[in-house]
T-cell receptor, first 112, second 114 residues
Framework: QQQVKQSPQSLIVQKGGISIINCAYE??????FPWYQQFPGKGPALLIA?????SEKKEGRFTISFNKSAKQFSLHIMDSQPGDSATYFC???????????FGKGTRLHILP | EPEVTQTPSHQVTQMGQEVILRCVPI?????FYWYRQILGQKVEFLVS????????KSEIFDDQFSVERPDGSNFTLKIRSTKLEDSAMYFC????????????FGSGTQLSVL
């Protein structure tokens, strides 16, 4: 119930392509869904986040799509660049808990 | 942008030894956290800390672990008697308010228990 399932484990995309990472959750009490980006040797950094009252949120080249009925959400990276190569974690939390439940991560590699 | 600072970046210790991992959260932040990431696995919550006491802890955070805010700037994680399975990257994090959405993570301390 507390898990967030993330796929794929790794992803290779050509420069300029669209990178798509998917996540699913079970616990309907989750009410905040952030995506974190992690570069080697660094801690996770908040990239973009969404609440379940909206179906999409866009910030620059990054878009979260949220399907509340399916309990799924995804990150789309448009016009992917080599600098986007990193590990991406989806996550979920309940405000009342204040702890982040992370997915297992996706290693994204953008080919130059 | 302000940063969470962690020291040391790497720590090697013998099994059974005590280690203290140190963190300097962002100065006006009030909520502090430790997470860990075993190599190749997901980031896992360990403990949250507010107003000089633990708010919540995970089942990983057993009696061998403790946290402390010894002064106005540092936040430490102590592992009393390290085990091989404690080898992981430990991340400190902080945020200003409990409802604050942006959690700031440090760069981590890689702990290797031999």
């Amino acid at each position: 119930q507390q898990q967030v399932k993330q796929s794929p484990q790794s992803l290779i995309v050509q420069k300029g392509g669209i990178s798509i990472i998917n996540c699913a959750y079970e616990n309907t009490a989750f009410d905040y869904f952030p995506w974190y980006q992690q570069f080697p040797g660094k801690g996770p950094a908040l990239l973009i986040a969404i609440r379940p009252d909206v179906s999409e949120k866009k910030e620059g080249r990054f878009t979260i799509s949220f399907n509340k009925s399916a309990k799924q959400f995804s990150l789309h990276i448009m016009d992917s660049q080599p600098g986007d190569s990193a590990t991406y974690f989806c996550a979920a939390l309940m405000n009342r808990d204040d702890k982040i439940i992370f997915g297992k991560g996706t290693r994204l590699h953008i080919l130059p | 942008e302000p940063e969470v600072t962690q020291t040391p970046s790497h720590q090697v210790t013998q099994m059974g030894q005590e280690v203290i991992l140190r963190c300097v959260p962002i100065s006006n932040h009030l909520y502090f956290y430790w997470y860990r990431q075993i190599l190749g696995q997901k980031v896992e919550f360990l403990v949250s800390f507010y107003n000089n006491e633990i708010s919540e802890k995970s089942e990983i955070f057993d009696d061998q672990f403790s946290v402390e805010r010894p002064d106005g700037s540092n936040f430490t994680l102590k592992i009393r008697s390290t085990k091989l399975e404690d080898s992981a990257m430990y991340f400190c994090a902080s945020k200003f308010s409990v409802r604050g959405e942006k959690l700031f993570f440090g760069s981590g301390t890689q702990l290797s228990v031999l």
